[in-house]
């Protein structure tokens, strides 16, 4: 079967609860998560924005 | 070569009894299981085989289809792209930033089974890493907390709205 892949795009990656919810899904394999460099900067953009530089790398390790 | 020419092999209802069986047979850990030739010559399991029954009759108890598909020590990129779950020219990405090794083999790339699993599970663990940081990081700040609370807000927001809509119109028929 092929995996179950799902782009996860700026506006749910930006929302804490269900960013993290979603990943830890991702992480578990239950759906392989994919995203581009320019999502990302969407969400490190807004972050920054909202004072929270700290989460701005969270989901690198998943490119 | 050919991975897909492995026909799976399906369990039928009246096996279920005689798997359970062997499936108790397996999971008594204390004694190796033998296996009798037809000669009665008798030969104790190695550790290998009696592991791939073990995961062969799980999964037949589970009423699913077996094939067995032999991995190769040396992979091809796309068998390696697969057994990440990646995209073939992904994979060709991380070759060339040097994050899994590779040889070639005349023109083709070839990546060792052994370095592959390795990268896999430096992956994991990155990912692992990163996640549980940011579940910290994301509770420190009280993230969840504030979006919890502008939900609620939202919600009463809209039940007050929703009211209102009512009231208007059940109004109507007097006006």
Same mark, same amino acid.
């Given at each position: ?5 799902? +782009? ?10 269900? /960013?993290?919810? =979603? ?9 392989? +998560? ?10 490190? /953009?807004?972050? =920054? ?15 | ?175």
């Amino acid at each position: 079967m092929p995996p179950l892949r799902a +782009v996860l795009d700026a506006c749910v990656l930006f929302p804490a609860s269900l /960013r993290d919810t =979603l990943l830890c899904a991702a992480d578990h394999e239950i759906y392989q +998560v994919q995203f581009t460099n320019e999502i990302l900067e969407e969400v490190s /953009r807004n972050l =920054l924005k909202k004072g929270i530089s700290e989460c701005s790398n969270i989901c690198k390790p998943y490119l | 070569m050919a991975l897909l020419e492995h026909e799976p092999v399906t369990t039928s209802d009246n096996e279920r009894a005689v798997l359970k069986k062997i499936d108790q047979v397996l999971k008594n850990e204390k004694r190796m299981p033998r296996l009798v030739g037809p000669d009665g010559e008798e030969i104790e399991l190695p550790g290998s085989l009696f592991q791939v029954l073990q995961r062969t009759i799980y999964h037949m108890l589970h009423g699913r289809d077996i094939s067995i598909v032999p991995i190769e020590r040396e992979l091809t990129t796309e068998q390696a792209a697969d057994l990440l779950n990646i995209s073939r020219p992904s994979l060709v990405n991380l070759l060339e930033k040097g994050e899994i090794p590779f040889h070639k083999v005349g023109t083709h790339r070839r990546i060792s089974l052994a370095d592959l699993m390795i990268y896999k599970a430096q992956r994991a663990e990155r990912r692992a890493l990163a996640l549980a940081e940011m579940v910290r990081l994301s509770e420190e700040m009280g993230l969840y907390e504030e979006e919890r609370r502008s939900a609620e807000e939202f919600n009463r927001k809209q039940r007050a709205r929703d009211e209102v809509t009512h009231v208007s119109e059940d109004a109507e028929p007097y006006e």
